[in-house]
């Protein structure tokens, strides 16, 4: 994600007033908003994560995040804080850039958005269904829904280190990401409920409701909805629905359309702006200051909500949020005994080969069928090499992977396979499908 034109004009004038803002703010901004580093990040949390829990000091690195805090009467291990709080920030965020997808993305024409949708749906179907021809009446059979899902931001750092990509397989990838985002948390919603306890379903359901209420007759305050989305949490986490959905069903309540349009501005703030010329020479101060009152609402309200917010998440969701979870989540143990066992592991091999074979086959197949039966068309300067290609940078699973990973198995030795088969499956996939679609791309050239 590049800097929010809104964040980079701000920096701009405070570079020429800010030592602060010259030295460190904008050199900041413009490094972290590089593409890639991001990933980076995350990529180094796992990394650390791998050696700590190989190391000398392994056994601090379980008793740390088994260590028990309370928070407003909620008491959790810092785990399940940053797996269960945190996380629902960055589905939070999903939310909100699903929305976005729906109403003004590549998602909102379906004739467009069919080819990513089918494509997909393949890339969820095919890793589900070789995972359970491997461990089909075993007891690690519910673990399915861990090769479905797709890393966007490693996903997208791969395909920005390949030079003279289409424009339109990098908004295929994400479209298709979006769409693999929406079947993951619905499988998770469905799927990975132990028990539900309608009592406390219920209260989540009215607290929602309040929010759409509250936002229809005009309640704009962030701190109330904060805190009503706090509540919408807290529910959903008692309810016995794993309370990341609150994150995507509050995302998906936050307007993503401006409630002043860029034109309407236009027109009304340069009457302001007239109007505050003549207050000014009459000296006028009090209806100077209404006008420029008025135009600080009109500004305000150019940018829609979801992009505010996302603005001010954003960052701290991509270098603080996912590092926390990817340093929790990432460290397994490795000896010999592990790796033989992995060599006979179905789960192992389940989610290996449903993230390097199922996804890039469910996708091509499933979009090879789409056009074939006219229901989508392959975007011009896209050929199948690179659709096939995309396929295998989609099986880096790392992410919700991981996250489904910890929700489909308590037994640690089952958790540490699926764990370990995510993360080599993520770097083979990772190098392989830059390795494909470096070579598809010099082979045809950027203008097919």
Not at 202 to 229: P, T, W
Not at 293 to 310: C, F, H, K, P, V
Not at 406 to 420: H, M, N, R, Y
Request: a positive charge; proline letters at 4%; hydrophobic letters at 55%.
């Amino acid at each position: 994600m590049t800097i929010s034109a809104r964040t980079l004009g701000a920096l701009k004038l405070q570079v020429r007033e800010s030592l602060i803002a010259r030295v460190l703010q904008l050199p900041i901004q413009q490094f972290i908003h590089t593409q890639g580093v991001s990933s980076a990040f995350l990529l180094a949390a796992a990394l650390l994560a791998l050696i700590w829990a190989n190391s000398p000091w392994s056994a601090s690195y379980d008793h740390i995040w088994h260590i028990h805090l309370t928070l407003s009467g909620l008491d959790l291990p810092v785990h399940e804080w940053i797996n269960d709080a945190l996380m629902a920030l960055f589905f939070f965020l999903v939310g909100m850039e699903i929305k976005q997808e729906l109403i003004h993305g590549e998602l909102r024409d379906l004739r467009q958005a069919s080819l990513p949708i089918f494509g997909g749906l393949g890339g969820m179907v095919f890793p589900a269904l070789i995972y359970a021809l491997f461990n089909h009446a075993r007891p690690s059979a519910h673990g399915w829904g861990v090769p479905m899902a797709t890393d966007i931001a490693f996903s997208l750092g791969v395909l920005a280190l390949v030079k003279n990509i289409p424009s339109e397989l990098k908004v295929f990838l994400l479209s298709l990401a979006i769409a693999d985002d929406i079947g993951a948390i619905a499988v998770i919603a469905v799927f990975y409920t132990d028990t539900l306890h309608l009592q406390a379903l219920l209260i989540a359901a009215l607290l929602v409701i309040v929010i759409l209420l509250c936002r229809r007759i005009g309640i704009r305050r962030q701190i109330f909805y904060a805190a009503l989305g706090f509540a919408v949490w807290l529910a959903t986490l008692r309810s016995g629905i794993h309370a990341t959905i609150a994150g995507v069903v509050l995302g998906l309540l936050v307007p993503v359309t401006p409630s002043v349009p860029l034109d309407q501005f236009s027109s009304v703030c340069s009457e302001m702006l007239e109007e505050f010329k003549k207050a000014e020479a009459a000296g006028d101060t009090s209806l100077a200051s209404r006008q420029l009152g008025a135009m600080e609402y009109l500004i305000a309200n150019t940018e829609s909500q979801a992009d505010r917010i996302t603005r001010k998440l954003h960052d701290w969701i991509a270098f603080l949020v996912l590092p926390l979870f990817a340093l929790s989540n990432a460290g397994v143990t490795f000896t010999l005994n592990t790796w033989k066992a992995l060599l006979h592991s179905p789960l192992a091999w389940g989610v290996l080969l449903g993230l390097l074979a199922g996804k890039p086959l469910g996708i091509t197949l499933s979009c090879w069928l789409a056009v074939r039966t006219k229901i989508a068309s392959l975007p011009p300067a896209v050929n199948w090499r690179q659709i096939a290609s995309v396929g295998v940078i989609a099986g880096i699973g790392f992410t919700v992977s991981l996250f489904i990973s910890a929700l489909a198995f308590s037994d640690p030795v089952q958790l540490g396979a699926a764990k370990t088969a995510v993360l080599l499956a993520s770097l083979l996939a990772g190098v392989s499908g830059y390795v494909c679609l470096n070579r598809s791309t010099r082979k045809t050239g950027p203008s097919q």
